[in-house]
């Protein structure tokens, strides 16, 4: 990943300093990211309902000089979100004397930290509320990869928190979770780079019967990001040609501190039981 800030975190972040016009080209382009942008600034305009000057402002305000360099970061961006392991693999090989170690640990390091750094305190805060609401139920699905970190999250919320489940692959598991969902449902959904599409649809589906979707996602965005409420973005950089999910982890990790700091004391009894438990079962 190039050392720029991806353009699409660059337009959430001035989302709350911008002018009514120009918030409105902000959600015209990460309600259709990155493919909005590549039209002529005339269309992207008429698509938000604003002059092409409003467009233009917005775009120097995030850092560009004109609309063909917003355009080719976006164009970079594309080809960034679209490779795969192969495409990564020459990028990634080890050089003489470079050991994976160390490569681990650069590259480890500053995904972390820089995920870490730029996660939106106000969406965090947001996703916390949501999970430490009890009569919330909550649902956490991923994918191929990403559903090992489904998995890890609900595992702590059945901990901390009743009415928790994770739903695996496969489409009858998927369709039976979906049937009574509603408003009081929350969905945590883990998508990135190679975006699954069975992720995104059961996303999709979750969010029409009205449910509050949380999404953990890489810099570029699964497209479930236009129907989300609260998208957390990480790193995925890797010493290997596989996108990493240490940093998404680490993510994960924080949003639970993050978790337990609120809801306090409230646990302890609930953890308790659950160790007598575990100790009953395994007898």
């Known amino acids: 990943m190039s050392g720029r800030t991806p353009v699409v975190e660059l337009l959430r972040q001035q989302q709350g300093t911008a002018t009514a016009g120009e918030r409105k080209v902000c959600r015209s382009l990460l309600a259709d990211y990155p493919?909005?942008?590549l039209e002529p600034v005339a269309r992207l305009a008429a698509r938000?309902?604003?002059?092409?000057?409003?467009?233009?402002?917005?775009?120097?305000?995030?850092g560009f000089v004109g609309y063909p360099e917003f355009q080719q970061a976006l164009k970079d961006e594309l080809g960034e979100r679209l490779s795969s392991p192969l495409d990564m693999y020459a990028k990634t090989a080890g050089r003489v004397g470079d050991h994976a170690l160390d490569r681990s640990v650069e590259a480890f390091t500053q995904g972390i930290r820089s995920s870490l750094g730029a996660a939106p305190?106000?969406?965090?805060?947001a996703a916390v509320a949501l999970l430490a609401d009890a009569r919330r139920p909550v649902t956490t699905i991923g994918g191929r990869f990403s559903g090992i970190l489904a998995q890890y999250l609900a595992g702590h919320l059945r901990e901390l928190r009743p009415r928790t489940s994770h739903v695996p692959d496969g489409?009858?598991?998927r369709a039976a979770a979906l049937l009574d969902m509603g408003r009081r449902d929350v969905?945590?959904?883990?998508?990135?780079?190679?975006?699954?599409?069975?992720?995104i649809r059961f996303g999709d589906l979750a969010k029409e019967q009205?449910?509050?979707l949380i999404l953990f996602t890489d810099p570029w965005l699964s497209p479930l990001a236009s129907s989300a409420d609260i998208v957390l973005p990480a790193s995925?950089?890797?010493?290997?040609?596989f996108d990493s999910?240490?940093?998404?982890?680490?993510?994960?990790?924080?949003?639970?501190a993050a978790l337990v700091d609120e809801l306090g004391d409230e646990p302890r009894k609930r953890l308790a039981r659950y160790d007598d438990l575990a100790e009953d079962v395994a007898e």
């Not at 305190?121 to 805060?125: H, K, L």
């Not at 969905?187 to 992720?199: C, G, N, Q, S």
Request: cysteine-free; glycine content about 10%.
């Open 48 to 62: 938000a309902g604003v002059s092409a000057p409003t467009v233009l402002r917005l775009v120097g305000k995030l």
């Open 35 to 37: 493919l909005a942008g």
């Open 171 to 173: 489409g009858g598991d």
């Open 187 to 199: 969905v945590v959904a883990f998508d990135y780079r190679r975006y699954e599409k069975a992720t």
């Open 210 to 212: 009205g449910v509050a």
């Open 236 to 241: 995925v950089q890797a010493p290997s040609p």
């Open 121 to 125: 305190a106000a969406e965090v805060d």
């Open 245 to 256: 999910l240490v940093p998404a982890l680490a993510l994960v990790e924080a949003v639970v």
